[in-house]
C-alpha cells in the first residue's frame, strides 16, 4: 500500500514530534489527527519526501500518498508523545543532529544551489569543451565477406574502377548491403579495433588495400568522409556540467569553514581516514556535494 512505502523526512518527523512548531496564520490545516495536527506546511514537505517511484505519479496523487504517510507518522507520534519519548536522551540527541544536518542543508541551498547561476554553468561548459582534445569522426561503407580471398577479389574489382556501393550490394554479407554497405558516421570506440584502426588510418576517399579480418568475417573499407567530432551540445549536459560547479561551490565553502574553525579528530585511524577523504574531494576524486542533502536536486 502507498501508506507504507512513504518516507518521512527528518525535517517532516522533528515538526510533527516538536509540538512547539510555529504554524503562520495562512498554514491551513488539512487533517487532524488526535490532537495533533498536520498543516498544508507539512504536507509540501511530506510530497517533497516521498519515495522515488511515488514521486513520478500525477500531483494529486502524490497529495494523497503523502498525507497518507503524514497521518500514519502523526498516529505514532502521538503515542511517543504520551509516553515522553521526546524527553529522553536518545530523541534529544536524534533531533540535535537531524537539527545540524537540516541547517547545513538550508546553508548549502542558499550558498551553493541558489548562488549558482547558468552563466556559471555555461563559463564552466565552454571550459570543459575548450579542454576536451579533438576527435575525429569518419563516414565509412564496408563490405563483408566470409574468406580473404573474397575479399582480395573485391579490392581487385575496386582497383579497376568498379562501383564500392554496387559490389556491397552483390556480395556483402552485412545486413546494411543494401545501402551500399554505408555504416553513417562514427568515432573512436564504436567499432571493433582492427576494423577501427583500418578506417581511421584511412584517408577520404581511400579504400583499404588488403583484406582486414575481425570476428565478423573479412572487410574492404572505404572512407567516405571525415571530420572533427562535435561536442555535446549545452542542453545535453547541463545538469551533470552544473554538478561540476556546485561540487566546486560545495568544497570552497567547507575549506573556508575549515580556516574559520578548528577541526580536530583524536581518533588516529579516524583521523587518517577523514584526511584522506578531504584529499580525494579537494581532488575532484570523490562527489563533494551531499547527495542527502534535498536541496542538491537541481
Known amino acids: 500500500m502507498l501508506r507504507h512505502k512513504f518516507l518521512a523526512s527528518a525535517a517532516l518527523a522533528a515538526a510533527i514530534l516538536c509540538q512547539s512548531t510555529a504554524f503562520s496564520a495562512d498554514d491551513a490545516v488539512v487533517a487532524k489527527v488526535g490532537n495533533l495536527e498536520i498543516h498544508q506546511s507539512e504536507l509540501d514537505l511530506a510530497v517533497q519526501n516521498l519515495d522515488p517511484q ?16 503524514a497521518i500514519d507518522v502523526k498516529l505514532l507520534a502521538g503515542g511517543a508523545l504520551a509516553e515522553g519519548v521526546d524527553k529522553t536522551d536518545d530523541f534529544k540527541k536524534r533531533m540535535a543532529y537531524i537539527g545540524d544536518r537540516e541547517l547545513h542543508n538550508a546553508y548549502f541551498r542558499k550558498h551553493v544551489v541558489e548562488a549558482t547561476t547558468e552563466a556559471e554553468v555555461k563559463a564552466r561548459y565552454d571550459k570543459e569543451i575548450a579542454a576536451i582534445p579533438k576527435q575525429q569522426e569518419v563516414k565509412a561503407a564496408h563490405i563483408l565477406v566470409k574468406t580473404e580471398d573474397e575479399a ?15 559490389l556491397a550490394k552483390e556480395n556483402s554479407q552485412d545486413s546494411n548491403k543494401d ?18 584502426e583500418a578506417a581511421f588510418a584511412l584517408d577520404k576517399g581511400q579504400y583499404t588495400k588488403t583484406p582486414v579480418k575481425t570476428q565478423f568475417g573479412f572487410h574492404v573499407i572505404k572512407v567516405e568522409d571525415k571530420r572533427d567530432a562535435a561536442p555535446p551540445a549545452f542542453d545535453q549536459v547541463q545538469d551533470q556540467v552544473k554538478q561540476l560547479v556546485m561540487r566546486d561551490k560545495y568544497v570552497a565553502l567547507i575549506e573556508k569553514a575549515k580556516a574559520d574553525q578548528k577541526v580536530d579528530i583524536l581518533d588516529p585511524a579516524l583521523k587518517k581516514g577523514y584526511d584522506d577523504v578531504s584529499k580525494m574531494q579537494e581532488g575532484g576524486d570523490a562527489p563533494a556535494v551531499p547527495d542527502a542533502a534535498p536541496a542538491a536536486k537541481p
Open 54 to 69: 511515488l514521486a513520478q505519479l500525477p500531483d494529486e496523487q502524490k497529495k494523497v500518498a503523502a498525507l497518507s504517510g
Open 179 to 196: 545501402d551500399g554497405g554505408d555504416l553513417g558516421w562514427f568515432g573512436p570506440g564504436r567499432m571493433v579495433p582492427e576494423f577501427e
Open 152 to 166: 582480395k577479389a573485391i579490392i581487385a574489382k575496386l582497383d579497376k574502377g568498379e562501383d564500392f556501393a554496387k
